[in-house]
């Protein structure tokens, strides 16, 4: 008998809805994209409210901000990422 592997749905977007709310609005604040010099903020405050409004499920985009959001601050602290270059199409990131 083969048994094929699957994987499974994280319940993102109910995570979202009640459990990490506010976290989630706290780590994905347009004051703290602003801090990173990554992401244009309003972007990110659009795709938030895309979600809650129920127009397009941003669950797992949200997810991904929030875990890199996350990830940046323990491990780069609060560097800000201001100078991209480019070489041969890779972009270069470098820390002021």
Not at 8 to 34: C, H, Q, T
Request: aromatic share 18%; with cysteine.
């Amino acid at each position: 008998m083969i048994i094929c592997k699957k994987g499974f749905n994280a319940p993102v977007n109910r995570w979202f809805a009640e459990p990490l709310y506010e976290f989630g609005r706290d780590i994905l604040s347009e004051k703290r994209f602003k801090e990173t010099g990554l992401f244009e903020p309003k972007a990110v405050s659009k795709l938030i409210d895309d979600h809650e409004n129920k127009k397009v499920d941003n669950g797992y985009r949200l997810y991904s901000f929030l875990f890199f959001m996350l990830w940046r601050e323990m491990f780069l602290g609060k560097q800000k990422f201001n100078n991209f270059k480019t070489c041969n199409g890779d972009i270069k990131l470098y820390c002021c």
